[in-house]
């Protein structure tokens, strides 16, 4: 399995950075697609932003050119920077990571979940 610690959320104002952090840790063979969701009240959690095992990206709309997801595959850590805030970013951030099992099996994981809010 692999466990998943975040951080990096907050209060930030409008036009504000915030840069979150997700470090995998635990018994897999291979990490594979890492990602963010994020889940306002009272809305879906939607995909904010994934990168592959070669480092191909993709984001949602919304974020495009104010977020940017990295990964360093030596220390298992999947980076989210995210610029140029709104307040319609505010939500919970969560981590998602797929990783193979040493069987070859596809599992994921999940974060705990790290507020971010965004003030007008």
């Known amino acids: 399995q692999v466990q998943l610690v975040e951080s990096g959320g907050g209060l930030v104002q409008a036009g504000g950075s915030l840069r979150l952090s997700c470090v995998a840790s635990?018994?897999?063979?291979?990490?594979?697609?890492m990602g963010w969701y994020r889940q306002a009240p009272g809305k879906q959690r939607e995909l904010v932003a994934s990168i592959s095992e070669g480092g191909s990206t993709t984001y949602v709309d919304s974020v495009k050119g104010r977020f940017t997801i990295s990964r360093d595959n030596v220390k298992n850590t999947v980076l989210l920077e995210m610029n140029s805030l709104k307040p319609e970013d505010s939500a919970v951030y969560y981590c998602n990571v797929g990783f193979l099992t040493g069987g070859l099996n596809r599992r994921d994981s999940w974060g705990q979940g790290t507020q971010v809010t965004v003030s007008s």
């Open positions: 635990g018994s897999f063979w291979r990490i594979t697609t």
